[in-house]
């Protein structure tokens, strides 16, 4: 088992910034981010893997960052807008992050209880 714990959410203007930040009781393989906006299905943001690489989903590319400190997964968000409000997810997995083309949340075994963004206009 492993518990992750999401920290950072919070209330931003647009085109403001906030830094998430993941953290684990283990070291899993392979971490990601994922959020669920209001009404919405929850989609993938990006992951980071313990050898430092990292993944993007491509409405994100240019202004998420994500990076992976051992069992500390962050996401630095800037540029944000409306549509990024939700709630964000941690998740892990014991294994390498599948590739963006299989990337999927019942890949991830294990979850966060999430923490919200919300961007005003």
Not at 23 to 30: I, K, L, N, S, V
């Amino acid at each position: 088992q492993v518990q992750l714990v999401e920290s950072g959410g919070g209330s931003v203007q647009t085109g403001g910034s906030l830094r998430l930040s993941c953290e684990t009781t283990r070291d899993p393989y392979c971490m990601a981010w994922f959020r669920q906006g209001p009404g919405t299905e929850r989609e993938w943001v990006g992951t980071g893997e313990e050898d430092g690489k990292t993944q993007y989903a491509e409405f994100v590319k240019g202004r998420f960052t994500v990076s992976r400190d051992n069992r500390k997964l962050h996401l630095q968000m800037s540029s944000l807008k409306p549509e990024d409000t939700g709630m964000y997810f941690c998740a892990a997995r014991f294994a390498p992050c599948p590739n963006i083309r299989s990337m999927a949340s019942s890949a991830f075994a294990f979850w966060g209880q999430g923490t919200q963004v919300t961007v005003s206009s």
